[in-house]
Each structure stands twice: as structure tokens, then as C-alpha cells.
């Protein structure tokens, strides 16, 4: 067990890879946005009028379209990172587009195929990232990982950020073309007071400890679990996401079931750990330990009701003090834990974590030279220090530099949902998962057994539905796309 500061923020963020935004398009905030202007061309300037850390001219005004999906993390974060950058280049300024739905706004700029008209910078979610690659729509950021840090004391991207964020960042075919600035992890999120008042387990060593404390929970007439039904992957990847990692690395599978997994190679859904994930997810179903009605629950109404003390666990994200800080009871006191599957204390406790924030934004490959050339260097500059500690304090971001712990003062600056990560981690044997797949498939038939496991996620989950047939199904329909794309 890590306990050191630094050491343990590093190990919190070894894995975080590849792009999930936290509950990315599920707030329904209204929409901001601003006219799109057309962005000036580079021109050649003497020695004197360009900055001397990237070359760019000092004279020259750019303006970038820039897109965000307004999420769980809200916007203060991007502000500032803006008002930080355009102080330091004057010359630069942003057309701003802020939605919790700009996935949509940018498939329907995609299906218009007017690449004039498309944001500068846009998240990566909500879009088939694959796609745009194949049809280079989108720029490589491989250059951005050679690239000195002003604040890193001339150490490169690549080597400022935490242990294995390069290695195991995510790509593709070879490339990349997002670059991980932030960190979010997920698990159940309870009150630690409210815990302690009860005399319930916080820290559940195994599966059967962790049904023994539902059982003690649902014994004083409070719902154990809580989870946003209209989005199920809340609770089927939030809360149990990696936990058919966790039974492999237990029953000696693992090789196989990542190469399986990464590479979508069959069986997928039917495979042992991913069937018995499900077993033990609709086992809780059935002796009522979720909420009543949960199906017409969203994820703010799930975390309020456990808020309120209605309910006392909620598979969220660290994001959730953020998302929720004007309903946080006074008194309250985040606690965090992942669901325990071994049988032993001892064996490693599985979280899902990857990264988030603007470590998801693209760039349009078809933006003029110049912007894209600005758009890089924006990107880049969220890597700073100042950056990450105020994301770290007012979004609840984890950082990504790699010596963000070198310093308590910015560990005492991070919200405390984040840190009761750090702290379950210094209790128990830990690894995190990005989930992600280094193998990507776009076909009909995939998004076909996407939506059969959302339609059918909250049935299987109280165990009123049979997962098994449906698990079966996804796996022919993965079987139709992987023969479909290999002839």
C-alpha cells in the first residue's frame, strides 16, 4: 500500500488513458454560444514579434472555435484555463460553444460536411473518433508529447505526466490525437458521518462483506444502492465496470481477458467474467437492495436522494461534489469505496479511472495552419501547474502531472470526493482501469447491441429479465461486425 502523498496521487493516476467525460451530455444546462468567425492564416514575423517558447507570432490575432460538452464538471475550469491563456498571448481569443449536447451539434456540423463550419476544438465524445481518423478529419497530436512544459523545468510532456499515462495512453492506429490532461475516477459515493452513525462497514474487504453491509443497510429501511436508471451505465460501468478485471486477475485469466476485451474478440459478453459480473449485479436486484422505481431516476436525482440520506450508495463519478455543491448537506462527509469481488482481503480491489476534462478535445484537421498551431498550444497549456491546481480545486479534476504531490498545499486545495479516493486507496490494494479498447469497430450491428444492453440493463439488473440470452444476442451481433469489417 502507497501512503506518501506523492507518491500515492501518482499511483491513483497511473492508468487514466483513454476519453470518458463525466457524465458527459446528461446535465440539462441551457446553451451558450457564440458566432463562429473564419481564423487568419500564418505569416512570417521577425525574431523579435514571436513568442519564444513555440516560435508563433506575437501580432498576428487568431480566433478559436471552441466547443465544450458542459458536464459534471461545469465550465469555471475552462474559463479559467481560457482567461490564463489569453493573458499570456494577448493575441489569441475564443468563439465559445457550451452545451451539455455538443456531441449532437457536431455530428449534425459533420453530416453538413462543410469542414469551414466545424469548431477548431471539440470533445472527442459523443462522435465516432475512428471515423474521423480513417477519413483525416481530425490532427495528430503525437507532436504535443515532445514538447517542453514552461513549469516542468524543461522536462517534456510525455515525461511530466504521472507514471504510465504515456505508455498507456490511448491511440489509435498508432497515433494520438487527444493528449490526457486530467483524471476521473468512479465507484460508489456515500456519506462517511452518515456511515459512521450507523455503524455500517465503509471499508468492505470482500463481495460477501459488501452484501453483509447492504443487508445491514436495507435493515434500518434505507435503500442500500441508488443509481441513475434513465442511464443505466451508471451502475453497470460506473459501479461494476471493472469488475470482470478483477474476477480474471482472481481466477488467473487476466492476459486473456484484456487481450479479449481490448481487442473485441469473441466471447465478449458471454465470456466467464462478464457473465458472472451480471450474475452478481442481478443477485443484489433480487434481494431489493437497489431503489424502488429506479428506471425513471437520473444521476442528479440518484446522487441527491443519497444526499438526503434516502439512500447510501451511489455509483458515480469524482465529479459528483462538483455536480451537486449547492445540495451538499452541512455535516456531510465524502466517503468512497470500489465493490469488493474477491473472497480474500487481500486481493486487489479494481476502480475504474481514465482521464477527462480537455484530455478528450479533438482538433479539426481542416483548421487553417495558424489556429491549429494555437489550438495545439491551448491544449498543451492545461498542463501547467496553475491549470491543474485549479481544476483540482474547483472541478474536482484529478491531476496528471506527474509531481502535482511534491507540494501538500495543492493536495489540500482538491475536493474531497477526489481525495476519499486517495484515502480508500491508502487502505486497500488497488488498481485502476480505463476500460478502454485499443480495437475499434464502427457497424450497425454495434450500435444495435449497445442499445439492446441500455434498454435492457434495468430489468436484468432487478433480475426481472434473464441476462444471459441478452449477453448471448450482443455476442452475434459483435460476431456480424467484426465479419462484416474483416472480408
Request: charged letters at 25%; a negative charge; hydrophobic letters at 40%.
Amino acid at each position: 500500500m502507497i501512503r506518501n502523498g506523492k507518491w500515492l496521487l501518482a499511483f491513483a493516476l497511473i492508468l487514466m488513458m483513454a476519453v470518458v467525460a463525466g457524465c458527459g451530455g446528461k446535465d440539462n444546462k441551457p446553451e451558450e454560444t457564440g458566432a463562429a468567425e473564419s481564423t487568419p492564416k500564418a505569416t512570417t514575423d521577425s525574431a523579435g514579434d514571436v513568442y519564444p517558447e513555440n516560435g508563433l507570432s506575437k501580432t498576428e490575432k487568431v480566433k478559436i472555435k471552441l466547443a465544450i460538452d458542459e458536464n459534471g464538471y461545469g465550465r469555471a475550469w475552462i474559463d479559467n484555463a481560457i482567461s490564463i491563456f489569453t493573458e499570456k498571448y494577448p493575441n489569441v481569443s475564443f468563439d465559445i460553444t457550451s452545451s451539455p449536447k455538443v456531441g449532437d451539434m457536431v455530428n449534425t456540423k459533420l453530416a453538413a460536411n462543410k469542414d469551414s463550419d466545424m469548431f477548431d476544438i471539440f470533445p472527442g465524445t459523443g462522435v465516432s473518433r475512428s471515423k474521423l481518423v480513417d477519413a483525416g478529419k481530425i490532427e495528430s497530436l503525437d507532436d504535443l508529447w515532445e514538447r517542453e512544459i514552461p513549469d516542468a523545468g524543461g522536462k517534456k510532456l510525455k515525461d511530466v505526466l504521472v507514471g504510465g499515462a504515456f505508455e498507456n495512453h490511448a491511440r489509435y492506429k498508432g497515433k494520438s490525437y487527444h493528449v490526457p490532461i486530467g483524471g476521473g475516477s468512479t465507484g460508489m459515493f456515500f456519506d462517511a458521518v452518515f456511515f459512521e452513525q450507523n455503524g455500517w462497514n465503509a471499508n468492505p474487504q470482500t463481495w460477501d462483506e459488501f452484501v453483509q453491509l447492504l443487508a445491514d443497510i436495507k435493515a434500518k429501511n434505507i435503500t442500500p444502492i441508488i443509481y441513475a436508471g434513465v442511464y443505466p451505465d451508471y451502475l453497470y460501468n460506473f459501479g461494476f465496470g471493472p469488475k470482470p478485471f478483477e474476477i480474471a486477475e482472481i481466477n488467473g485469466t487476466l492476459d486473456t481477458y484484456i487481450d479479449n476485451y481490448r481487442n473485441m474478440k469473441l466471447p465478449t459478453y458471454t465470456a466467464p467474467e462478464y457473465l458472472e459480473t451480471w450474475k452478481r449485479i442481478a443477485e443484489l436486484g433480487k434481494k431489493g437492495y437497489y431503489a424502488d422505481g429506479v428506471a425513471a431516476i437520473n444521476h442528479t436525482q440518484s446522487q441527491m436522494q443519497m444526499l438526503q440520506h434516502k439512500a447510501a450508495l451511489v455509483p458515480t463519478g469524482d465529479w459528483v461534489q462538483n455536480e451537486m455543491k449547492e445540495a451538499v448537506p452541512e455535516g456531510f462527509k465524502w466517503g468512497f469505496m470500489t465493490i469488493p469481488f474477491g473472497d480474500k482481503p487481500d486481493q486487489t480491489k479494481w476502480i475504474w479511472s481514465d482521464s477527462s476534462g480537455a484530455g478528450g478535445m479533438v482538433i479539426w484537421a481542416s483548421t487553417p495552419d495558424l489556429t491549429k498551431k494555437w489550438a495545439k498550444e491551448f491544449l498543451l497549456s492545461f498542463v501547467n501547474l496553475d491549470v491543474q491546481t485549479f481544476n483540482a480545486e474547483n472541478a474536482g479534476i484529478f491531476p496528471i502531472r506527474g509531481d502535482f504531490g511534491d507540494d501538500p498545499q495543492r493536495i489540500a486545495k482538491m475536493q474531497d470526493a477526489p481525495r476519499a479516493i486517495l484515502e480508500y486507496m491508502g487502505k486497500n490494494k488497488t488498481r485502476f482501469e480505463s476500460m478502454r479498447k485499443d480495437v475499434t469497430i464502427d457497424h450497425p450491428a454495434i450500435a444495435q447491441a449497445n442499445q439492446l444492453l441500455a434498454e435492457s440493463a434495468n430489468e436484468m439488473a432487478l433480475g426481472k429479465k434473464d441476462y444471459l440470452p441478452v449477453f448471448e444476442k450482443m455476442d452475434e451481433l459483435l460476431k456480424q461486425a467484426i465479419e462484416a469489417t474483416t472480408k
